[in-house]
T-cell receptor
Framework: GESVGLHLPTLSVQEGDNSIINCAYSNSASDYFIWYKQESGKGPQFIIDIRSNMDKRQGQRVTVLLNKTVKHLSLQIAATQPGDSAVYFCAENRRGGSYIPTFGRGTSLIVHP | NAGVMQNPRHLVRRRGQEARLRCSPMKGHSHVYWYRQLPEEGLKFMVYLQKENIIDESGMPKERFSAEFPKEGPSILRIQQVVRGDSAAYFC???????????????FGQGTRLTVV
């Protein structure tokens, strides 16, 4: 079936470094993507989104890149901080014929002080 | 504006009992999604509801699980005759727009952690 998947299950970085979390999707009909952050014991929290008519979008310390040719998303976090430690999920808003947020497995980001 | 509220936060049930999980969406949101998350796993879609209607339940097990979103009150996810494999975190999300538009950002609650003993 079609799915959203992540390349790296765990990413360890030093405080102050930049982090890049990758995500592959396979539903070519997907046209809206969201990155969520989930801290331990909490629900997913919206970070940033991007529509398929864009290839880059920037937020505060975060940038999402979309490459539709290879169906790839990435989340870049600048100057990573210990508070950024969490599991990050990308979600595409397609499930079959309807727009339902569909999640990949997630990447655990560990930031070492 | 309060966020998505789920209760209880933690629920312990013995095998064979019923579990009822409640979700109050954000104010003004009439679209609710339920997800299940196992440890070290992603969120798996279960069901999408609008007020008084189940729109998509393709991710929900055919037996023992049911969901509703009445005209008044919270959305309820009901699990009958629970088994140990039902132990998981159950998350609810709400959206102001239907899942027929592309930019349906969903806001999540803190989840209910169900433990079946």
């Amino acid at each position: 079936g079609e799915s959203v998947g992540l390349h790296l299950p765990t990413l360890s970085v030093q405080e102050g470094d930049n982090s890049i979390i990758n995500c592959a999707y396979s539903n070519s009909a997907s046209d809206y993507f969201i990155w969520y952050k989930q801290e331990s014991g909490k629900g997913p929290q919206f970070i940033i989104d991007i529509r398929s008519n864009m290839d880059k979008r920037q937020g505060q310390r975060v940038t999402v890149l979309l490459n539709k040719t290879v169906k790839h998303l990435s989340l870049q976090i600048a100057a990573t901080q210990p508070g950024d430690s969490a599991v990050y999920f990308c979600a595409e808003n397609r499930r079959g014929g309807s727009y339902i947020p569909t999640f990949g497995r997630g990447t655990s980001l560990i930031v070492h002080p | 504006n309060a966020g998505v509220m789920q209760n209880p936060r933690h629920l312990v049930r013995r095998r064979g009992q019923e579990a009822r999980l409640r979700c109050s969406p954000m104010k003004g949101h009439s679209h609710v999604y339920w997800y299940r998350q196992l440890p070290e796993e992603g969120l798996k879609f279960m069901v999408y509801l609008q007020k008084e209607n189940i729109i998509d339940e393709s991710g929900m097990p055919k037996e023992r699980f049911s969901a509703e979103f009445p005209k008044e009150g919270p959305s309820i996810l009901r699990i009958q005759q629970v088994v140990r494999g039902d132990s998981a975190a159950y998350f609810c999300a709400s959206s102001p727009r239907p899942a027929t538009t592309g930019n349906t950002e969903a806001f999540f609650g803190q989840g209910t952690r169900l433990t079946v003993v």
